[in-house]
């Protein structure tokens, strides 16, 4: 039945609507902690302590800093 499909394609949507509007509000918090994580790393720079927070920004980033982690564990 088209009425069906119809109904389900509007569920479907909806949901699609909500997953994105999330998502974009996820990101642009990761994005505003970054920038604050940043700012705290470069006062504490400007005062001659160490930097508090590493900042990954890719997949690269991010698998140099675990294997580097790891490392240091052992």
Do not use: C
């Not at 940043?38 to 991010?62: H, R, S």
């Amino acid at each position: 039945d088209i009425t069906d499909r119809k109904n389900a394609e509007e569920t479907t949507l909806r949901h699609l609507e909500e997953l994105e509007r999330f998502n974009s509000l996820t990101v642009d918090r990761e994005e505003k902690m970054i920038e604050l994580k940043a700012e705290i790393n470069e006062l504490l720079g400007q005062l001659k302590l160490p930097e508090k927070y590493v900042i990954v920004t890719g997949d690269e980033d991010l698998t140099d800093y675990l294997e580097q982690e790891v490392d240091d564990v052992r």
